[in-house]
């Protein structure tokens, strides 16, 4: 029909499920403790990205009467609303009557039709506005990339080097975030800009901000919908902790008319 095509979905290999067993002496709760430490245990390990496939997917059984499914998988893959999509498949078809085939062809049906938008091809309305807000915020940026915070990482993908950790109030977070009516998003990205302005010496810092990207034309497509956009920090516009904060909250909203760019 003219449209074109612009991902498709592989169905060359099948990944296999690893299915994990209770023991004969294994009561339900202690596999249920199983369970949730194997969970916790892949939660904290480090994506790597050289190994494939960067998602895996466990079923742990008991006696056939009860079931764990779990599905580890980046971010890189795809965003937050498409596990809800995948699990809402699941929930869909799992008591269904069609066949294996029948739900293959329903599932590729419904990706194909989530992409072959010939509007979601096209360029995006706010595309000059977006031009013009980016050419201004980042006219005076040399270069996107932080030589002086620049560190190799380890085979299992973490930064080397020496390591702190530290606890933060939460209380004393949400009550700032209250008292000046700024997102917990601005604030944190605050705090990381000037990590990065002590660090580099630069008054002015590109971040890489996350955005989502969805619209009604991708709204029930599995998939990674987000747009990495630049975010520039000017600490020249204030003298303040609290103007970074309303900087950066201010900034985020003019961000996200591009989000699409």
């Known amino acids: 029909q003219g449209k074109e095509l612009f991902q498709r979905f592989d169905d060359s290999h099948e990944d296999a499920i690893e299915v994990v067993y209770n023991t004969s002496d294994e009561s339900p709760n202690v596999f249920k403790s199983r369970v949730i430490a194997y969970a916790e245990s892949v939660e904290n390990t480090p994506i790597n990205l050289n190994v494939w496939p960067l998602y895996k997917v466990t ?41 294996i085939e029948e739900i293959r062809e329903n599932i590729l049906h419904d990706f194909e039709n989530g992409f072959l938008q010939e509007k979601f091809l096209q360029e995006n309305k706010s595309s000059e506005y977006t031009r013009q807000y980016f050419h201004k915020e980042l006219e005076d940026v040399k270069s996107f990339e932080l030589q002086k915070i620049k560190q190799s990482r380890n085979d299992e993908n973490l930064l080397e080097g020496a390591q702190t950790h530290f606890l933060v109030d ?21 705090i990381y800009a000037i990590f990065l302005r002590k660090t580099t010496g630069e008054d002015k810092v590109v971040v890489g901000f996350p955005v989502l ?6 709204k029930g497509v599995f ?11 000017n600490f020249k516009e204030g003298k303040t902790f609290k103007d970074l904060v309303s900087q950066i909250n201010r900034k985020t909203f003019g961000l996200l008319k591009g989000q699409a760019f």
């Open 59 to 99: 079923l742990f059984n008991y006696e056939n009467s009860q079931c764990y499914f779990l599905i580890s998988c980046p971010h890189i893959i795809a965003d937050g609303y498409s596990y809800y999509l995948y699990i809402d498949a699941i929930n869909k078809y799992y008591n269904s009557s069609l066949s």
């Open 170 to 190: 939460k209380a004393m977070i949400n009550s700032y975030l209250s008292q000046h009516q700024v997102s917990a998003n601005s604030f944190f990205l605050a």
């Open 213 to 218: 990207n969805r619209n009604k034309a991708n």
């Open 223 to 233: 998939g990674y919908f987000v747009n990495t956009l630049p975010f520039m920090v």
